[in-house]
């Protein structure tokens, strides 16, 4: 467990995003993969991403595994009932994945099968102690396992939000903690400023936060995202700058590469790229902030991400 062993350490750790293809064709995932592994030590496998249907989350994964890539693999309330969450999750463990990332998944209606129904017999929460359960060896029935599953549990927090909204995300993510999560993911963030009522009212200590960066395609997908994702907001000064520069391609990078160092010198524990798509970017992207600052003890005091 690499990852586990990064944040207990309190190195600064690199999860990358990728999606499964739609079809049985692994060979550009694979690749991608391959080009990436030396500067990622996990890839979080998507499961069903904006609920379109693609290969599954857990085949993903254990090609990945197989070939000795460690994985983060997704698993989603949304498509399975509570036989087939559990059955999935000693399947998954048997095949070598030992990080797991809890989420409720998009409504189908946002997908390409939108006459699809959502199962959501277990929520977010339910998912988590269902998965506890079985690290302790039971079922959801209390039925004893021939042998017990390990995970690395992650879970999900959105640090954007506002006033009695973040109050009552901060409590989730306290049960989730709870139920046996250990570090959580964010939605993309551009700018500490617009997170910074959440930082100030969280133990650094305690939870183990992982800020989403996300590689803008270009300036029309940055406005987009500006104008129409709530509680994510791109600066100004980051949307001009891709306005006037020359070559928006490299811009992009650049930007990426200056928001992850910005995370990793103000003592987050790691972060997660996303790249929509645009995998075959990963090696490119993260190759050149590769040399690292000073490892940051696990037990040091709370990072200074708190903003000015």
């Known amino acids: 467990m690499h990852l586990k062993c990064k944040f207990d350490s309190g190195e600064f750790a690199v999860l990358a995003e990728l999606i499964p293809p739609k079809g049985t064709d692994v060979s550009l995932m694979l690749d991608n993969a391959q080009k990436a592994c030396k500067v990622v030590d996990a890839f979080v496998v998507t499961d069903m991403y904006n609920a379109i249907m693609r290969m599954s989350a857990l085949c993903g994964a254990a090609l990945l595994q197989n070939r000795g890539l460690e994985t983060v693999m997704q698993i989603c309330t949304r498509d399975r009932n509570r036989l087939a969450l559990q059955g999935d999750l000693l399947g998954a463990n048997a095949c070598g994945i030992t990080n797991v990332l809890a989420v409720c998944g998009e409504d189908p209606t946002f997908g390409d099968h939108r006459q699809a129904r959502a199962v959501h017999d277990l929520d977010h929460l339910d998912l988590l102690y269902a998965i506890s359960a079985l690290q302790n060896g039971k079922d959801m029935a209390g039925v004893d396992l021939d042998g017990r599953p390990q995970f690395l549990l992650g879970s999900t927090v959105n640090p954007g939000l506002q006033g ?23 939605p993309p963030v551009f700018e500490l400023d617009s997170i910074g009522a959440f930082l100030q009212r969280i133990d650094h200590r305690k939870y183990k936060i992982v800020p989403t960066v996300l590689l803008i395609k ?11 994702l709530k509680h994510v907001s791109i600066p100004r000064t980051l949307l001009n700058r891709l306005k006037s520069a020359r070559d928006k391609t490299g811009e992009t990078l650049r930007i990426a590469q200056e928001i992850i160092r ?20 990963l090696a490119e992207l993260l190759m050149s902030r590769k040399q690292s600052l000073p490892v940051r003890p696990a037990a040091s005091t709370a990072p200074a991400a708190i903003p000015r």
Do not use: H, P, W
């Open 218 to 228: 270009s300036l029309g997908m940055a406005r987009y995202i500006d104008r129409n």
């Open 164 to 186: 009695q909204a973040l109050e009552l995300e901060i409590e989730k993510m306290n049960r989730r903690y709870d139920a046996g999560a250990r570090f959580f993911i964010t």
């Open 262 to 281: 910005t995370f990793q010198e103000e003592g987050f524990c790691g972060v997660q790229i996303s790249t929509l798509g645009g995998e075959d970017r």
